[in-house]
């Protein structure tokens, strides 16, 4: 079981449409998760982060997190076609300063 | 604008040659990381760095691969000897405190041949 896990899609949205980016991790005592956004040849960019269960808004961004269930998610809300990228998630290991990647999810924003 | 900054961008080289790629953090930030991007894997962890300190570099092919920050403002990755399989893109992060939250330079294309 690989430490974090993203659907590779592609997932496609319709312009205004809720995208929802799922991820789930192996580390039960992780702490700290985070959701990059990365452009086709470009470097990732840190979107949103979370630390305790529940929601977070930003935006059009919200980032839910379950611990119980190992569970973060990434929703984004009107979306539009410069949303289109690959979405990492990522998560810091208990203890440490060691940050595990998921191999991300490319979302597709259709106009 | 507080940016990470790499150096160089674009690298070709033959198998068998030296790779330096160097790395500026932002200022202030007291964690670095080094990363390697391929199709196949993804992003990797290499190494990282908290106040200069070398914490962890298991990610790194030990018999090639060498990492170091010689001072607060400069993070260097070697390759020696490179050979194909090293081809990927090299990203430097920096953070601070803990390092959760991680900024992304701009990255190094690496192409061995």
Known sequence: QKEVEQNSGPLSVPEGAIASLNCTYSDRVSQSFFWYRQYSGKSPELIMSIYSNGDKEDGRFTAQLNKASQYVSLLIRDSQPSDSATYLCAVNMAGGFKTIFGAGTRLFVKA | ?113
Not at chain 2, 1 to 12: G, L
Not at chain 2, 25 to 43: A, C, D, E, K, S
Not at chain 2, 73 to 99: H, M, N
């Open chain 2, 1 to 113: 604008d507080a940016r990470v900054t790499q150096t160089p961008r674009h690298k070709v080289t033959e198998m068998g040659q030296e790779v330096t790629m160097r790395c500026q953090p932002i200022l202030g930030h007291n964690t670095v990381f080094w990363y390697r991007q391929t199709m196949m894997q993804g992003l990797e962890l290499l190494a990282y760095f908290r106040n200069r300190a070398p914490l962890d570099d298991s990610g790194m092919p030990k018999d090639r691969f060498s990492a170091e920050m010689p001072d607060a403002t400069l993070a260097t990755l070697k390759i020696q000897p490179s050979e194909p399989r090293d081809s990927a893109v090299y990203f430097c992060a920096s953070g601070w405190g803990q390092g959760y939250e991680q900024f992304f330079g701009p990255g190094t294309r690496l192409t061995v041949l």
